[in-house]
T-cell receptor
Framework: EAGVAQSPRYKIIEKRQSVAFWCNPI?????LYWYQQILGQGPKLLIQ????????DSQLPKDRFSAERLKGVDSTLKIQPAKLEDSAVYLC???????????FGQGTRLTVV | AQSVTQLGSHVSVSEGALVLLRCNYS??????LFWYVQYPNQGLQLLLK??????LVKGINGFEAEFKKSETSFHLTKPSAHMSDAAEYFC???????????FGTGTRLTVIP
């Protein structure tokens, strides 16, 4: 079974630039999550989708972050414009609706300089 | 509201020694509890989880954890550490009917030869 795919693995951008991350969840997983993991901290939920609808985006900084999952499969997370404090690993995870086990991708490490 | 506290950001043990990583949770409803492991530059991998039923939970790689409601704890143990256990370990909590995880700040385990 293929795991959660994320790209790119690494990205370095200057502040005020924009960046986008892509995630393809495990086939059949209706629920998709984006987490932000700042160095030295645990992952923090940014947004949760179920199919193509948003379940929870209360922690998403909506002035600069956006995410979509148009067809209920893969998802894109965008930051525009980026700030230095956005430097982190962005993790995508997916689950079946009826289970609690989340499967994580390898993450995208973003460095904002 | 839910939260997790991991005591000790760094733990060092000798190879073959007992591993004990501490996790205390706060939840206003019956919790689901998880331990994840993260190797360098990798995503998170589920070690074990407690949802309902038996309070002693066995996971992969010889790890186990015990849910103690009276102590609001879910400590992770392994009788004998192996060099390959060196990684970052995260405790997480969610609640019945939800899937989004609240993570602790992590404990970095170092295994000394």
């Amino acid at each position: 079974e293929a795991g959660v795919a994320q790209s790119p693995r690494y990205k370095i951008i200057e502040k005020r630039q924009s960046v986008a991350f892509w995630c393809n969840p495990i086939s059949g997983h209706a629920t998709l999550y984006w987490y932000q993991q700042i160095l030295g901290q645990g992952p923090k939920l940014l947004i949760q989708f179920q199919n193509n609808g948003v379940v929870d985006d209360s922690q998403l900084p909506k002035d600069r972050f956006s995410a979509e999952r148009l067809k209920g499969v893969d998802s894109t997370l965008k930051i525009q414009p980026a700030k230095l404090e956005d430097s982190a690993v962005y993790l995508c995870a997916s689950t079946l609706i009826s289970t609690t086990e989340a499967f994580f991708g390898q993450g995208t490490r973003l460095t904002v300089v | 509201a839910q939260s997790v506290t991991q005591l000790g950001s760094h733990v060092s043990v000798s190879e073959g020694a007992l591993v004990l990583l501490r996790c205390n949770y706060s939840s206003s409803v019956p919790p689901y509890l998880f331990w994840y492991v993260q190797y360098p530059n990798q995503g998170l991998q589920l070690l074990l989880k407690y949802t309902t039923g038996a309070t002693l939970v066995k996971g992969i790689n010889g790890f186990e954890a015990e849910f103690k409601k009276s102590e609001t704890s879910f400590h992770l143990t392994k009788p004998s550490a192996h060099m390959s256990d060196a990684a970052e370990y995260f405790c997480a909590v969610t609640q019945t009917g939800a899937n989004n995880l609240f993570f602790g700040t992590g404990t970095r385990l170092t295994v000394i030869p």
